[in-house]
């Protein structure tokens, strides 16, 4: 709302100071004018080297003392956004509507574009072509904020960064690995051409893994900024309570497919299967585990559980500091009798009214 006003108006906004209650759900948010605030003075040390002088980050817009902004407040027990504070005054030209592309962060390309040209690129579709095609998914130039040379700026800073053989020179460099030292394993499948999934252990991994492969933990909730890949680390646990590492793995999707070729990959590195496994709840790995490790024991991780309590409650319940020491003395005493949990999970529930909710 405040982003359309804005493009009206003729002026680029940016996001301004955030606070979050307790459970660090959002309390209040400011969006604010891009040229909000004041300048910072500039120091000049001509003993410096030019070497050692900090590089100044380019901007489209300068910082004038403007104080236009808006202010909105989140209210946990009903989740009703209200506006708090408002200050329309401006305290420099704005531009005309047919201008607004040039105010920043319309200026900038939304992850979506980024998305785009990226994946267009594998099938030899360049940025000039994938405006076009962003443009009339938009529905027309007018509703698409980023420029043909934005598009291409992109790509031209991406595939100086990345390059377009990146891919390539970290499978040839692994396969490197594996056939000088002997115990480095590491597998990857191609989709197309495509690097779709990878998987590498070292020696100390293998040796951790044959001491300690009673449990074992996945964890694939780290998605990669640049590759748009899914990094799925396996770690235990050594006798002296040390996480340890026993394998790495990267996939494209979080598919049966992809999830059981990684776990294959693990199996075929070690040649044994856990004895129990722990993972984040996930329909596809959960399918995954049962089908590859067959007779292994899976667990839901309890942090990830608890992660996933404040969208899944209502928000009374969320900032009530009762119910979170009763529900994490329960969930994470390790020494509770089953028997002795159920009846206090009962009590709890019945207490807190969760009937029906």
């Not at 598919?255 to 990684?262: C, D, F, G, Q, R």
């Not at 899976?298 to 209502?314: D, Q, V």
Request: with cysteine; proline share 3%; hydrophobic share 35%.
């Amino acid at each position: 709302m405040y982003r359309n006003y804005a493009k009206t108006a003729g002026f680029g906004i940016r996001l301004g100071t955030t606070t979050k209650y307790g459970d660090l759900s959002l309390r209040k948010k400011q969006v604010r004018c891009n040229r909000y605030g004041n300048p910072k003075k500039k120091t000049i040390d001509t003993l410096t080297s030019k070497r050692l002088k900090k590089q100044e980050r380019k901007s489209y817009s300068k910082v004038t003392g403007c104080m236009a902004m808006i202010g909105f407040d989140r209210n946990a027990a009903t989740n009703i956004i209200t506006v708090y504070a408002f200050e329309d005054t401006h305290n420099h030209p704005l531009t005309e509507f047919n201008e607004e592309n040039i105010c920043s962060p319309n200026h900038r390309l939304s992850i979506f574009d980024q998305e785009l040209i990226v994946k267009a690129s594998t099938i030899n579709i360049g940025a000039t072509k994938a405006h076009k095609l962003r443009a009339s998914l938009k529905g027309g130039y007018d509703n698409l904020p980023a420029t043909k040379n934005d598009f291409k700026n992109f790509w031209r800073d991406y595939t100086n960064i990345v390059g377009p053989n990146d891919a390539q020179c970290v499978v040839d460099q692994l396969i490197i690995r594996r056939d000088n030292y002997q115990n480095f394993n590491f597998q990857y499948k191609l989709d197309d051409d495509v690097l779709n999934a990878m998987f590498w252990v070292d020696e100390t991994g293998r040796e951790n893994y044959n001491k300690f492969s009673d449990v074992i933990s996945m964890d694939a909730t780290y998605r990669t900024n640049r590759y748009n890949m899914i990094f799925v680390p396996f770690t235990a646990i050594n006798n002296h309570d040390k996480t340890i590492n026993i394998g790495a793995g990267l996939i494209s999707d979080e598919t049966i497919e992809s999830y059981s070729w990684l776990l294959e990959a693990f199996l075929s590195s070690h040649k044994k299967k856990p004895t129990m496994i722990l993972s984040d709840m996930d329909a596809a790995l959960s399918c995954s585990i049962a089908k590859v490790f067959e007779g292994c024991t899976h667990r839901l991780c309890m942090w990830h559980i608890m992660s996933k309590m404040p969208s899944k409650i209502e928000a009374d319940l969320v900032s009530n500091t009762d119910f979170k020491k009763r529900i994490n003395q329960l969930v994470w005493n390790m020494n509770i009798k089953p028997t002795e949990f159920e009846n206090k999970w009962d009590l709890m529930l019945n207490e807190f009214q969760f009937e029906g909710k």
